[in-house]
T-cell receptor, first 113, second 114 residues
Framework: AQSVTQLGSHVSVSEGALVLLRCNYSSSVPPYLFWYVQYPNQGLQLLLK??????LVKGINGFEAEFKKSETSFHLTKPSAHMSDAAEYFCAVSYYGNNRLAFGKGNQVVVIP | EAQVTQNPRYLITVTGKKLTVTCSQNMNHEYMSWYRQDPGLGLRQIYY???????DKGDVPEGYKVSRKEKRNFPLILESPSPNQTSLYFC?????????????FGPGTRLTVT
């Protein structure tokens, strides 16, 4: 079964500092990987995705993530945090031909002025 | 505008009173799914549907029913709600054509069962 691990339910970051959210997955076959963001009182929206090709993926709002097969990781980064980045972030995995998504438990990001 | 809509957005009900949460998408997606979101547990899949008249259990199906009579609609039915079904519910849809699995989410329905 697919599983996704996100460590640290709450992450505090200073405004202007690096945002780093870690995601590891368990898989015996190459997955498709996603990061979703959920702003307060809203649904989830896609931040970025990895399917095939270039392992460094750029998303919206300055976020990017790198797929590292050897480490089974897909960590999310943003060089400089902004107050508007305060939200909950979810890593998710699926496999080709299977639309089902398995989600991590999420990281609640708090940005400190 | 491409979107997934859910109704109602907020619902407070009592134990045992049947309810239905509607979900509709206008993107002609084959795949639709229901999730519940609980603090510290992330999103867990309740049921999903690969196409009309094709539904299957997700990870936490107990106490829920679904139907898929039309491609655009995928209602979630709680025939006898209990307090442990108090949660935030999301409907999502995606195309099965590419196999990528990127899903589009509705705005959520916050359900409280007393």
């Amino acid at each position: 079964a697919q599983s996704v691990t996100q460590l640290g339910s709450h992450v505090s970051v200073s405004e202007g500092a690096l945002v780093l959210l870690r995601c590891n997955y368990s898989s015996s076959v190459p997955p498709y990987l996603f990061w979703y963001v959920q702003y307060p009182n809203q649904g989830l929206q896609l931040l970025l995705k990895y399917t095939t090709g270039a392992t460094l993926v750029k998303g919206i709002n300055g976020f990017e993530a790198e797929f590292k097969k050897s480490e089974t990781s897909f960590h999310l980064t943003k060089p400089s945090a902004h107050m508007s980045d305060a939200a909950e972030y979810f890593c998710a995995v699926s496999y080709y031909g299977n639309n089902r998504l398995a989600f991590g438990k999420g990281n609640q990001v708090v940005v400190i002025p | 505008e491409a979107q997934v809509t859910q109704n109602p957005r907020y619902l407070i009900t009592v134990t045992g009173k049947k309810l239905t949460v509607t979900c509709s998408q206008n993107m002609n997606h084959e795949y639709m799914s229901w999730y519940r979101q609980d603090p510290g547990l992330g999103l867990r899949q309740i049921y999903y549907s690969m196409n009309v008249e094709v539904t299957d259990k997700g990870d936490v199906p107990e106490g829920y029913k679904v139907s898929r009579k039309e491609k655009r609609n995928f209602p979630l039915i709680l025939e006898s709600p209990s307090p442990n079904q108090t949660s935030l519910y999301f409907c999502a849809s995606s195309s099965t054509g590419t196999g990528v699995g990127e899903q589009y989410f509705g705005p959520g329905t916050r359900l409280t069962v007393t």
